[in-house]
């Protein structure tokens, strides 16, 4: 029985969701979370779970956090983004940290049926017109697309030292929270500045912020200006 893990705040996409999955997996267990740290919660259920569909503006995170939460905590579950912010930038940013497809919010329940199938089948789901090649990715600045794939190259520790870093956690901090010695989280900073081309950790933060989706939605609303 494939079991899949919906995390968003508005019940009704909640609602459509479901419907979804339940039209192409009448059997599915389909567990509900409204809060990305509610979600992560109920994703380190033994029994597993095998897609989450993942808004991207939850209360409490900004930008990707969210996805970075869960790329970094649970690497190997299937991650599509659902949202009602359909720059492509957004979208290959969303894709650039690991997805496995990303659905708009406008979507009709066919389209929901055809994205999740696609996915559990193994694809990659893109929204149409990205598909249809009508509304063309544009190239990301250099610095924030270097910065992406240096963002892969870190470990999933690493990637948790850096979430608790722009949390503003200091180290003896992080190594309460992640149960370490404070040795081992230098060790872990070092390696995220090496690894982002920076030399302290307010840079690591600073340059990161870059790249949420919040300010290249404000790019995009410069431009129609």
């Keep these: ?67 970075l939460q869960f790329r970094t905590r649970y690497p190997r579950l299937p991650v599509v983004v659902v949202s009602g912010l359909e720059d492509p930038r957004i979208v290959r940013e969303a894709l650039a940290y690991g997805v496995s497809g990303f659905i708009p919010k406008s979507s009709r329940k066919a389209e929901l049926v055809d994205a999740i ?3 559990m089948n193994g694809g990659v789901h ?16 250099a610095r924030a697309g270097d910065l992406v794939q240096r963002l892969k ?3 999933p520790a690493q990637l948790r030292v850096l979430h608790m870093l722009r949390q503003g956690l200091l180290n003896k901090q992080i190594a309460y929270e992640l149960q370490v010695g404070e040795t081992t989280v230098k060790a872990h900073v070092s390696e995220i500045l090496r690894k982002l081309g920076v030399v302290s950790r307010t840079q690591a933060v600073i340059e990161v912020a ?15 200006s």
């Design 117 to 119: 199938t696609a996915v």
């Design 153 to 155: 190259s870190l470990t």
């Design 210 to 224: 870059k790249i949420d989706f919040d300010q290249v939605a404000e790019g995009s609303a410069d431009d129609r």
């Design 1 to 67: 029985m494939y079991r899949f893990l919906i995390v968003d705040d508005h019940p009704l996409f909640r609602d459509a969701l479901e419907g979804a999955i339940r039209h192409a997996y009448p059997d599915a267990a389909v567990v509900e979370a409204t809060t990305i740290a509610e979600a992560l919660e109920v994703a380190a259920d033994p029994a597993g779970f095998d897609l989450a569909l993942l808004d991207l503006s939850m209360p409490g995170t900004t930008g990707f956090d969210g996805v």
């Design 126 to 141: 893109l929204p149409a017109d990205l598909e249809r090649g009508a509304l063309p990715l544009p190239e990301p600045q």
